[in-house]
């Protein structure tokens, strides 16, 4: 009797233990989240693109969505190919979000993807991608096992069969910490209208433009960003520009410039004419504003053309 006392006094301690211990176990990891596509962005990529490719289809037609994807393959390298072309088809929303620097391999960039992506994933393989590791919450990543070129994707992330993230190599470890670790996202946010639109900031304008375009990086001095929207407005389409200056000063002296490049780009025949005539320039505040009108034709003349 003495023994078995003993026993169930030895287990209960046990069990108390392992009572507290287990209370001061950490919650186990949260499940990313990705409410809307700009979540997924880490905040060292300065320039991102949004196309609105459901409004593209329905606008412009399967050949400006097909311009449209030859100029993101030109930026990631196998996004024109295979099972990655398949996802941009079932696409109605993509965010392209790239470092300016662009460098022999390509620009460091994540590309997320909203639409319907049942069945889509990567191949498998020692020279392709490795299994799934789940997540949680119905998220999957995936890692390329084999090599590729800097801007191609090196891991992605599929949520729900909803959304999908492609990351390229340098942007795993930021795109990671966003996703995985809870950091905040990107503050560089396009806005969210038309069938286009794009935002980025600009560090060090003049030295960027400085070579090839010295009056126009003496206008814009330290320039603090730049965001644009592309709309479809009857059968035609309107593109804004917003350049933010330091000063109200700097703002009209870039408008000024910008409405004289204009004039003389309007008084030629080159495929410039008719967008510069239609254009408008204002300044607001320390604001540049660029307001300009596109026939269809015009604009199928600035998409990447196929063989």
Known sequence: ???????????????????????????????????????????????????????????????????????????????AEGWI????????????????????????????????????KPPLGPNAWGPAVDLGGDVRRFDRLGPAPRSSPARLYVFRDEQLVFVSAAEIDAVEAVLEGGRAASTVQPPARGVLAFAARLRGAQRTFGKRFPILAS????????????????????????????????????AELVRAVATVLGAG?????????ATTLESAGHFAVLRAVLSREELAGFLPQGE
């Open 269 to 277: 025949e080159s495929r410039w004419a008719g967008p510069a005539r």
């Open 85 to 120: 072309a398949d996802a941009i088809e079932r696409s109605d929303v993509a965010l392209l979000a790239f470092r300016p620097e662009f460098g022999a391999g390509g620009p460091d960039n994540v590309i997320v993807l909203r639409g319907r992506y049942e069945g889509v």
């Open 1 to 79: 009797m003495k023994r078995r006392a003993g026993l169930r006094a030895l287990v209960a301690f046990g069990a108390f233990v392992c009572a507290g211990c287990a209370s001061e176990l950490p919650p186990p990891p949260r499940a990313p989240q990705l409410s809307a596509p700009g979540d997924a962005l880490p905040a060292d990529l300065d320039c991102v693109v949004r196309v609105d490719l459901l409004r593209v289809r329905s606008a412009l037609g399967p050949a400006a969505l097909a311009g449209l994807r030859r100029g993101a393959a030109a930026t990631a390298t196998d996004l």
């Open 219 to 254: 206008a814009l001095g330290d320039a603090r960003a730049v965001s644009g929207s592309l709309e479809v407005r009857g059968d035609g389409l309107v593109g804004e520009v917003a350049l933010e200056l330091e000063t109200d000063e700097q703002a009209t002296r870039v």
